[in-house]
């Protein structure tokens, strides 16, 4: 079956623009993950929504970061203002049983 | 609190050889332990886990890992390594659905020579 997608798969940004990256889940799976991957910071936590509940939005780095899920599947996530600090390679997972995520293949973003 | 750590970051074995990666988590997390493959420019790709069904767990490509809670680890194993194998290795530990996220470490990159 369809696995998680993400799209764009690479985006190159200035320094100051927003950007917007999509994450398409597993059909059916309710809980969906955005994480961050950098040299040197490892793979970081940003947010996670399960089903209808608040979203937990612990791991965001800044009030530059915001993200949302509508209709309970897509998901974006939005960065105003990138910095060069921004980049890194975002990933989305999505989860039925909770402790089990499965991966999409990044959107990798680069900010000059 | 750190709740993975990996010893090495950089792994280098001959093709062949036995593949070892270790893995410590914190005793305080439940049973929830992962192992997760990254190959170049892809996203990650989940190897195995562990939920307290077996200690010794199966994944694919040949690959296990053996949970000790005696000793806090969850290391992987492969009895012999193959070039597809080169790749970043992280180990998780997911805490329990309050929390959610999966806590990482910080990876192992495994080099496999001819």
């Known amino acids: 079956g369809a696995g998680v997608s993400q799209s764009p798969s690479n985006k190159v940004t200035e320094k100051g623009k927003d950007v917007e990256l999509r994450c398409d889940p597993i059909?059916?799976?309710?809980?969906l993950y955005w994480y961050r991957q950098s040299l040197g910071q490892g793979l970081e936590f940003l947010i996670y929504?399960?089903?209808?509940?608040?979203?937990?939005k612990s791991g965001l780095p800044s009030d530059r970061f915001s993200a949302e899920r509508t209709g309970g599947s897509v998901s974006t996530l939005t960065i105003q203002r990138t910095q060069q600090e921004d980049s890194a390679v975002y990933l989305c997972?999505?989860?039925?049983?909770?402790?089990?995520?499965?991966f999409g293949p990044g959107t990798r973003l680069l900010v000059l | 609190a750190q709740s993975v750590t990996q010893l090495g970051s950089h792994v280098s074995v001959s093709e062949g050889a036995l593949v070892l990666l270790r893995c410590n988590y914190s005793?305080?997390?439940?049973?929830?332990l992962f192992w997760y493959v990254q190959y170049p420019n892809q996203g990650l790709q989940l190897l195995l886990k562990?939920?307290?069904?077996?200690?010794l767990v199966k994944g694919i490509n040949g690959f296990e890992a053996e949970f000790k809670k005696s000793e806090t680890s969850f290391h992987l194993t492969k009895p012999s390594a193959h070039m597809s194998d080169a790749a970043e290795y992280f180990c998780?530990?997911?805490?329990?659905?309050?929390?959610?996220?999966?806590?990482f470490g910080r990876g192992t990159q495994l080099t496999v020579w001819p």
């Open positions: 005793s305080s997390v439940p049973p929830y």
């Open positions: 562990y939920t307290s069904a077996a200690t």
């Open positions: 929504f399960q089903g209808n509940s608040a979203p937990d």
């Open positions: 059909s059916g799976h309710t809980a």
């Open positions: 998780a530990v997911y805490r329990g659905s309050t929390l959610g996220r999966l806590y």
């Open positions: 997972a999505s989860s039925s049983s909770q402790e089990t995520q499965y």
